[in-house]
Every structure is written in C-alpha cells, then in structure tokens.
C-alpha cells in the first residue's frame, strides 16, 4: 500500500461514522427520489421514463455533493435536495404531454430549474467539527458505488415492471452490511466487484448477495484493490455467474490465492 492510500485509510477510519451518515442520507434521498416519481408520474414513454429518471438523480447527486460542501451541513443539505426532486417532478409532471421529440429540451429545463432554486443561490454555510473537503473524496466513491448499481437497474427496469422496490428493497440489505466495511481499500474492491459483474450482465438480486458475502470476506483479509480486477479475469469469475447462488464458503476458495 503506498502512502497516499494509507492516507485514505486514515482518513476513512477516523471519519467513519461521518462518511456512513452522510452516505446513508445520500442513500434515502436517492430512494426517496425513486419513489416519489413512481407515484407521481404516469404513462410515461420507456425511453423518457429512464432519461427522466437517470438525469434527475444526476442532477440531484450533484446538488447533494454541492451543498454539502459548500454548506458543510448534512441536515441542510438533506433539506435542499429534497426540495430539488420534488421541484423537478413537479416541472416534469406539467410538461410530460410535449411531444417527445423534445425530451431533451424539456428535462435540461427542469434540470436548469433545480438548479437555478439550490445550487445558484446563497447557500447557507453552518460550522461544523468534520472537514467536508477531507472526506469527500472517500464520499464521492461510496456514491459512485450506489449510482453503479442504480444506472445498472435503470438499463434493466423493464425487468422488473417499470418500478423501483427491488432496488430500494436491496439496496438497503446491502448498506446494512456495507457499514462493517473498514477501510477505504476495500471500499475500491467492492466497486471492483459491482463493475466486473455489470459488465457481465450478471442478475442484479444475485449481485447484492454476492457483494454481501465479498464484504464479508474482505472485512477478514486484506485483498489488494490493484490486483482484483485481473484476478476476477484470468481465473472466469463470471463461470461462478451459472450457479443459483453464491455463498461465502465460495468466495473464499475463489478468493483464497488472491
């Protein structure tokens, strides 16, 4: 491990409980995005369903990291997006009979609104005991782990009847276990993981489970995040895909010369 990860490691283990709530506010307000434009949105075209669904978390991830460092609250910052994607559902909701051949149009304007009522006005700026800046590096890659997973479900949600419970539903298994986690190293192994299997378009429910068990092996040995990917690809990770399920007994023999 060479000296900027074991700064990260500092970092991540004595900030954890931080990074964790603010993580796990992320994770609520992303869910909470996901179900309130279930319920408020309807005969929606597939195409302008995942556009409208896939630009408004990002625009609300932005607005999130933006206030956060820049307010330096959690519970602000919670506030302020909440009231983004409602904003954004209710501009959608009252243009979402244009024709569709201005999709782009009509959600670059509602990301513009939601822009212009959060992150363009004065953001109010509340001292706190944590350094916003030293752990969002950390932050920026547990998101990037969720927003994997989620853009992953997007590009499969006919499978799933056009809703958003089985996301929600495992997602939270997932950051159950997830908050055992203890170093920032295997934070980047997980991610490891998450993007081999998506790759290999491996079944999203089978893939919580798996990451679930891999947590649990990493949280008992050091595995190197460098050599991971490598490791997955000389020895045919995705032949373990073929199996009804994958437990940890398994990780650890497919693991166990890593």
Known sequence: MNLLEQKDDTIFFENKEYIYKFFIKYVTLINDFLNYSINNQTNLEVNFFKNY??????????????????????????????????????????INDIDITQINLTTTDAIIFIYKRSVFKDIEHIKNDIDIHNIMPILNELINIHNTLLLYYI?????????????????????????????????????????????NHYNFQKLIYLLINFIKYINVKKVDNNKVTNYLIKN?????????????????????NL
């Open 236 to 256: 045919n990770f995705s032949n373990y895909f073929k199996l009804m399920t994958i437990d940890n007994k398994q990780i650890n023999k497919f693991f166990i």
């Open 155 to 199: 590009e499969n949600i006919h499978l799933y009847e056009f809703n958003f419970d089985i996301f929600t539903k495992h997602i939270y298994i997932l950051i159950e276990t997830f908050l055992s986690v203890s170093s920032f190293n295997n934070v980047k192994n997980i991610l490891c993981i998450i993007n081999y299997c998506t790759l």
């Open 53 to 94: 669904i896939y630009n408004g978390f990002k625009a609300i991830t932005n607005i999130f990291k933006i206030t956060l460092l820049q307010s330096c609250n959690i519970d602000y910052t919670y506030e302020i997006t909440q009231k983004s994607f409602i904003d954004y559902n209710e501009f959608i909701r009252q």
